[in-house]
């Protein structure tokens, strides 16, 4: 019975970490934390495919800081277990592109690295420890009112919008 138990919540805790996508349009963005996630289609045009016509849009993915301070994601705050991935806010899916023709079927927006001032120790040639002011980072963030952007191609079947759903991978808090 035990190991039945422990299995169940192992296997439920790892649903309940996992990041739902969400579905978004152009009108409709998603707000989390102050941060809108969204995207935009700067153009539109139909190209051929195999003897077959699809849709081709240049989107732009987004995340705006709509709040009024800052957001920081600290080291040690990710919601994800790969360090590389600290960093990255969201992830935008694109349930129906065909990623023909080189193209994307996805994009992310990451934050900007954040910096401090600090006191470090540290010893010269001679061995000698002294304290010197260093710049060291501490996380990544984006501050009041900024947009970051990623610009993708997508091709759907013809006379289709894109589908894009939308993943929050980092929770952010204030500064």
Do not use: H, W
């Not at 805790?13 to 579905?23: C, I, R, T, V, Y």
């Not at 935009?40 to 045009?45: F, L």
């Not at 540290?122 to 009041?144: A, C, H, L, P, R």
């Amino acid at each position: 019975m035990k190991p039945v138990f422990i299995l169940s919540f192992l296997v439920a805790s790892l649903f309940a970490g996992a990041q739902q996508s969400k579905p978004i349009t152009e009108e409709d963005p998603l707000e989390v934390d102050g941060i809108e996630y969204g995207f935009a289609i700067r153009n539109a045009s139909t190209r051929e495919v195999g003897n077959k016509d699809f849709s081709r849009y240049e989107v732009t993915f987004y995340a705006t800081n709509k709040s009024q301070c800052s957001r920081v994601i600290l080291f040690g705050q990710s919601m994800s277990p790969f360090e590389s991935d600290v960093k990255l806010l969201a992830k935008f899916d694109c349930i129906n592109a065909t990623g023909a023709r080189l193209t994307s079927k996805s994009g992310e927006v990451s934050a900007k690295p954040m910096f401090v001032n600090a006191k470090v120790n540290t010893k010269d040639d001679k061995g000698k420890s002294f304290v010197e002011m260093q710049k060291v980072q501490i996380g990544f963030y984006v501050g009041i009112g900024e947009t970051i952007e990623q610009n993708v191609i997508l091709i759907v079947p013809l006379n289709s919008k894109p589908d894009v759903r939308v993943r929050v991978l980092n929770s952010v808090s204030t500064l």
